[in-house]
């Protein structure tokens, strides 16, 4: 079992920036493709930014130039640094680990084995 705590989420008025990150408990963390994922009250789950372990990015379009996912393989952990943020960013930011089980594009929650609890980010207009 993989253990992901996120953090960082907070309020933030639209044009702010926000750092989230999550911690994981993986002995083989390194190995893991990471991914970034939200889900607004009332709304489906949908995908926000992806590494793998060879550090090869994904994003959605609707961050792509906003956002920035790294990892500190160190530190066993994954960040998402938001910019520019936009009140239809709110939503419940989730982390989800790939440990290279599952097959598919990265932008599918479906890929994903494990999951954070999340992390709430509000972006005021």
């Known amino acids: 079992q993989v253990q992901l705590v996120e953090s960082g989420g907070g309020l933030v008025q639209a044009g702010g920036s926000l750092r989230l990150s999550c911690a994981a408990s993986?002995?083989?963390?390194?190995?893991?493709?990471m991914g970034w994922f939200r889900q607004a009250p009332g709304k489906e789950r949908e995908f926000v930014a992806a590494?793998?372990?060879?550090?090869?990015?994904y994003y959605a379009d609707s961050v792509k130039g906003r956002f920035t996912i790294s990892r500190d393989n160190d530190k066993n952990t994954v960040y998402l640094q938001m910019n520019s943020l936009k009140p239809e960013d709110t939503a419940v930011y989730y982390c989800?680990?790939?440990?290279?089980?599952?097959?598919?594009?990265?932008?599918?929650?479906?890929?994903?084995?494990?999951w954070g609890q999340g992390t709430r980010v509000t972006v005021s207009s």
């Open positions: 590494i793998t372990s060879w550090s090869t990015l």
């Open positions: 993986g002995r083989t963390f390194s190995s893991y493709a």
């Open positions: 989800a680990a790939d440990l290279g089980r599952t097959g598919g594009y990265y932008s599918s929650q479906r890929r994903y084995e494990y």
